[in-house]
Nanobody, 118 residues
């Protein structure tokens, strides 16, 4: 069964940092662009960041630009999302998928909960 396993979420104070991990299970990441997506409580899921397969080109939503950093380690079959200067509006479930578009046909994980609160 192919899927992602996300981890690294938790409760953090505003201004704090977290590093999320997304490990591929049952397949290899080598040829996939990987996207991170955020679903805030009561809102639609939206793209946060993405990294391509060939040259590692990255994209960030304006809301996280300068605060979040995406990276990948294909040898470990893992994509990371470093989150700095966290804000309460960053609260929600973070999931990864095998594209930058977040399609229903992508491979997804269950997500990891991030809560930013004092």
């Amino acid at each position: 069964q192919v899927h992602f396993v996300e981890s690294g979420g938790g409760l953090v104070q505003p201004g704090g940092s977290l590093r999320l991990s997304c490990v591929a299970s049952g397949f290899t990441l080598d040829y996939h662009a990987i996207g991170w997506f955020h679903q805030a409580p009561g809102k639609e899921r939206e793209g946060v960041s993405c990294i391509t397969a060939n040259d590692g080109t990255t994209w960030y939503a304006n809301s996280v630009k300068g605060r979040f950093t995406i990276s990948r380690d294909d040898a470990k079959n893992t994509v990371y999302l470093r989150m700095n200067s966290l804000k309460p509006e960053d609260t929600g479930v973070y999931s990864c998928a095998t594209s930058c578009l977040g399609l229903k046909t992508d491979i997804w994980g269950q997500g990891t909960q991030v809560t930013v609160s004092s």
